[in-house]
């Protein structure tokens, strides 16, 4: 198991370690730490809750199609954080690289109920 920690860990990190860079040249954007916080957030919640959406997407038309949409959604999103200048968008396009990353995954994790 400690692999797929140190793995979770990476991505996690990564993710999180340039989102937290990003979006500091806009003026008024993150204007604090709890601010910063919920943005990061975001990302964790939409991947969690929507994990689930995505596996019976890909077991119903095929993991190739849901796992590539994934990927170039998250590069749209990810595309549009970097050039938001305004809170609002900031906080969408978070909110749509944790979706598009919850498409990555075929299955919700083990732990989640149901």
């Not at 939409?46 to 993991?63: C, S």
């Amino acid at each position: 198991m400690w692999p797929l920690y140190a793995a979770g860990f990476t991505t996690a990190f990564g993710a999180h370690g340039i989102a937290a860079n990003l979006g500091a040249s806009g003026e008024d954007a993150v204007t604090s730490l709890l601010v910063l916080g919920g943005l990061l957030a975001l990302y964790d919640g939409a991947e969690v809750l929507l994990k689930p959406v995505f596996g019976t997407l890909a077991d119903r038309v095929g993991a190739r199609p849901v796992l590539l949409g994934g990927l170039l959604a998250f590069a749209a999103a990810s595309a549009v954080y970097a050039l938001a200048g305004s809170p609002g968008w900031l906080w969408a396009a978070r909110l749509g690289q944790g979706a598009a990353a919850s498409a990555s995954r075929r299955r919700p994790p083990p732990w989640w109920p149901g």
